[in-house]
C-alpha cells in the first residue's frame, strides 16, 4: 500500500467535488488528454508544449508535461491506497478502490488557460473523513511540527516515503488511531519541536527559509549588478520588488511548479531537509539576459541552475532533451 498526500485542482478547487463524490480528482486538457486516452506519451508531451501554458503563462517543458501525463495515469492505477488531503485545519484520509476512474468534460474555472472547458478525472475512494479510526478530530494545529512538513504538499500528489524513517508509516498511524510516541522519540522529530519550543511561536517551514534565502540572493545580485557598484562590464540585473514581496513569489512559484525542477523534472529539496545540496531549490532568470521580474524567474534545482549558466532558455532545454532522449533509448 502506497500513501499520497493530495491537492485536488490549483487551489483545491475540485475539493468539494471529491468530497462529495467520494473521489480523487484532478484536471485534465480537453487538447491534450485524448493523446493520454491513447497511451501515447510523446504525443501528449509535444501537444502540451505547443498548445497549453503553466498557471506562470510559460510553455510546459518536456519534464512538466510529462508529469501531467503520470498524474492522470497514477490517478487511474491507484486501489488499495491511502490518500491524505489537508484542507485548513482538517486534515481528511480515503483508500482509493479498484473502481475504474471516470472521465467528465466541465466548465472551465480559469478559461484563460485551460479554454471554455476541461476534463475532470475522478477516481472512487471509500469515503473521506476527518477523524481517526477511534473517532477523533485529525486537525492540523494539533499535529506534530515535524509531521506538518511532510503532510501537506505543493504537488498534485506526492508519495510519502518508507523504509527506515518511514513517512508512509507515520501516516497510517496518525488516521489509525495509534501512539505516535515511537516516531516522536527520534531525534529529527525532537529536533523540530526543540525548534518551536525556543521560538515561542511562528515555526519558519523549510520552505519559508527557502523563500528566504533566494530572496537575500537576488536582491544581493541585484544591489551588485545595478551598473553602478562595480566597475567591470556586466548585465544589469533590475527587480522592483520589496524582500517580502520576493519571498512570496518565490513560494508561490515553488507552489505554481509543485516543488519540481522546471527543466529536469526532479524534486526538488527544501533548506534543512536537504539529503544532497545540489537539489535545492536555486532561482533561475528564464531569459538570462532579462530581469528579476515574477514572469522571468522559475526554480530549478542547483546543479542545473550551474549547468545551464547564461545559456539561452530554448537552447538549454534542446541540450538537456537530448540527454533525456538519450537515457531514455537505453534504459
Known amino acids: 500500500m502506497k500513501v499520497y498526500v493530495a491537492n485536488f485542482g490549483q487551489g483545491n478547487s475540485l475539493w468539494p467535488l471529491a468530497k462529495a463524490n467520494s ?5 485534465d486538457d480537453v487538447r491534450i488528454h485524448p493523446f493520454w486516452k ?19 503563462g510559460h510553455r510546459p517543458t518536456r519534464q512538466t508535461a510529462g ?12 486501489a488499495g491506497d491511502l490518500w491524505i488531503s489537508r484542507q485548513g485545519d482538517e486534515i481528511w484520509w480515503s483508500f ?3 473502481e475504474p476512474m471516470r472521465e467528465s468534460l466541465q466548465k472551465s474555472d480559469r478559461p484563460e488557460r485551460n479554454g471554455p472547458e476541461v476534463f475532470v478525472l475522478e477516481k472512487p475512494c471509500s469515503g473521506w473523513s476527518d477523524r481517526d479510526a477511534d473517532g477523533r478530530p485529525l486537525r492540523w494545529n494539533a499535529l506534530h511540527p515535524k509531521a506538518r512538513d511532510f503532510l501537506s504538499t505543493e504537488a498534485t500528489f506526492q508519495s510519502l516515503s518508507s523504509g527506515e524513517l518511514s513517512y508512509a508509516e507515520y501516516a497510517q498511524a496518525l488516521v489509525n488511531g495509534e501512539p505516535l510516541d515511537h516516531w516522536h522519540d527520534l531525534p529529527v522529530f525532537q529536533k523540530k519541536l526543540e525548534e518551536a519550543q525556543s521560538k515561542g511561536g511562528h515555526i519558519f517551514s523549510p520552505k ?19 551598473g553602478r557598484t562595480i566597475q567591470r562590464k556586466t548585465k544589469v540585473k ?5 524582500r517580502l514581496e520576493c519571498e512570496q513569489m518565490v513560494r508561490e512559484i515553488f507552489d505554481i511548479q509543485e516543488g519540481y525542477c522546471a527543466y529536469s523534472g526532479l524534486r526538488m529539496q527544501l533548506d534543512g531537509e536537504e539529503e544532497d545540496k545540489e537539489l535545492l531549490v536555486s532561482l533561475d532568470r528564464i531569459d538570462s539576459d532579462g530581469h528579476y521580474t ?6 530549478v534545482c542547483r546543479f542545473i541552475n550551474r549547468w545551464k549558466g547564461a545559456d539561452p532558455h530554448d537552447e538549454f532545454e534542446r541540450l538537456l532533451s537530448i540527454i533525456t532522449n538519450s537515457v531514455n533509448e537505453t534504459s
Do not use: C, K
Not at 515574477?294 to 526554480?299: A, F, K, S
Open 67 to 78: 508529469r501531467w501525463f503520470n498524474i492522470a495515469t497514477q490517478l487511474s492505477e491507484t
Open 23 to 27: 473521489t480523487l480528482a484532478t484536471f
Open 96 to 98: 482509493s478502490t479498484d
Open 38 to 56: 491513447a497511451n501515447d506519451r510523446a504525443g501528449y508531451i509535444e501537444a502540451a508544449q505547443n498548445e497549453t501554458f503553466t498557471a506562470l
Open 238 to 242: 533590475v527587480t522592483t520588488l520589496s
Open 294 to 299: 515574477p514572469e522571468n524567474l522559475h526554480l
Open 208 to 226: 519559508e527559509i527557502m523563500a528566504a534565502r533566494l530572496a537575500d540572493t537576488m536582491l544581493g545580485i541585484v544591489r551588485q549588478a545595478d
